[in-house]
C-alpha cells in the first residue's frame, strides 16, 4: 500500500512557492498575489453556494470555480506552457460568450439599472457583490503584471465574470423579493 502524501511540503517555508515552470519566486512576488486573489474569489463563491443561490445561479457558480482553477493555473504558468499540456486547464472564447449569455440571461429578469444600487439585500445576493469586487481586485492584479503576463482570454474571462457576478447579484435578490436600495 502506497503512503498517503502528506498535505505540507515544506518546500515554503523560507516563503518561496514554486510556478508551473519550476522557477522559484517570493510568496508576495506580483503572480501569487494575482492566482492568490483568484484563489479567494473561488473560495468567495463556495461561501455564496452555501447561501442557497438558487439552483440556476449554483450550477453557474460550479462552472465558474472549476473556471477559476484554469485562470489560476494561467496565471502560475509564465511561460504559457500549462494549456497544451493539460486541456482542462485552458479557457476559449466560447467560454467568455457562456458568460455573456449567462449576463443577458439573468439581465432579462430585472429591471433596467436607472442609478446605481447599493451592494447588500438578501445573504446570498450580498455575496455574490462581495464576490464582484474581489473579481475585479483580481484583475487589477492581472493587469498590473504587464501585457504579456497571460493570454488575453484570460484577461476578458476575469472583467466578464465581475460583470456576470454583479448579474447574478440583482437576480439572486430580484428572485428573493429583496429591492435595490438605489444610490
Same mark, same amino acid.
Given at each position: 500500500?502506497?503512503?498517503?502524501?502528506?498535505?505540507?511540503?515544506?518546500?515554503?517555508?523560507?516563503?518561496?512557492?514554486?510556478?508551473?515552470?519550476?522557477?522559484?519566486?517570493?510568496?508576495? @512576488?506580483?503572480?501569487?498575489?494575482?492566482? #492568490?486573489?483568484? /484563489? *479567494? &474569489?473561488? %473560495?468567495?463563491?463556495?461561501?455564496? +453556494?452555501?447561501?442557497?443561490?438558487?439552483?440556476?445561479?449554483?450550477?453557474?457558480?460550479?462552472?465558474?470555480?472549476?473556471?477559476?482553477?484554469?485562470?489560476?493555473?494561467?496565471?502560475?504558468?509564465?511561460?504559457?506552457?500549462?494549456?497544451?499540456?493539460?486541456?482542462?486547464?485552458?479557457?476559449?472564447? @466560447?467560454?467568455?460568450?457562456?458568460?455573456? #449569455?449567462?449576463? /443577458? *440571461? &439573468?439581465? %432579462?429578469?430585472?429591471?433596467?439599472? +436607472?442609478?446605481?444600487?447599493?451592494?447588500?439585500?438578501?445573504?446570498?445576493?450580498?455575496?455574490?457583490?462581495?464576490?464582484?469586487?474581489?473579481?475585479?481586485?483580481?484583475?487589477?492584479?492581472?493587469?498590473?503584471?504587464?501585457?504579456?503576463?497571460?493570454?488575453?482570454?484570460?484577461?476578458?474571462?476575469?472583467?466578464?465574470?465581475?460583470?456576470?457576478?454583479?448579474?447574478?447579484?440583482?437576480?439572486?435578490?430580484?428572485?428573493?423579493?429583496?429591492?435595490?436600495?438605489?444610490?
Amino acid at each position: 500500500m502506497a503512503e498517503r502524501p502528506r498535505l505540507y511540503t515544506k518546500t515554503g517555508d523560507a516563503g518561496e512557492t514554486g510556478l508551473f515552470d519550476g522557477t522559484r519566486v517570493s510568496k508576495a @512576488d506580483p503572480r501569487v498575489d494575482a492566482y #492568490g486573489d483568484v /484563489d *479567494e &474569489l473561488n %473560495a468567495m463563491l463556495g461561501v455564496v +453556494r452555501t447561501q442557497d443561490p438558487g439552483d440556476r445561479v449554483d450550477e453557474m457558480l460550479d462552472r465558474i470555480q472549476r473556471d477559476l482553477f484554469a485562470v489560476g493555473a494561467a496565471l502560475a504558468d509564465p511561460r504559457h506552457r500549462i494549456a497544451s499540456r493539460v486541456v482542462k486547464a485552458a479557457l476559449g472564447d @466560447d467560454d467568455i460568450s457562456r458568460l455573456e #449569455g449567462w449576463i /443577458d *440571461e &439573468l439581465d %432579462a429578469e430585472v429591471p433596467p439599472l +436607472r442609478r446605481f444600487i447599493l451592494a447588500g439585500g438578501s445573504v446570498p445576493g450580498a455575496a455574490l457583490h462581495l464576490a464582484r469586487t474581489v473579481c475585479r481586485r483580481a484583475e487589477r492584479r492581472i493587469i498590473a503584471l504587464g501585457p504579456d503576463a497571460t493570454d488575453t482570454v484570460t484577461l476578458i474571462y476575469v472583467n466578464r465574470l465581475s460583470d456576470l457576478l454583479f448579474a447574478m447579484a440583482r437576480a439572486v435578490n430580484h428572485r428573493l423579493g429583496v429591492p435595490e436600495v438605489e444610490w
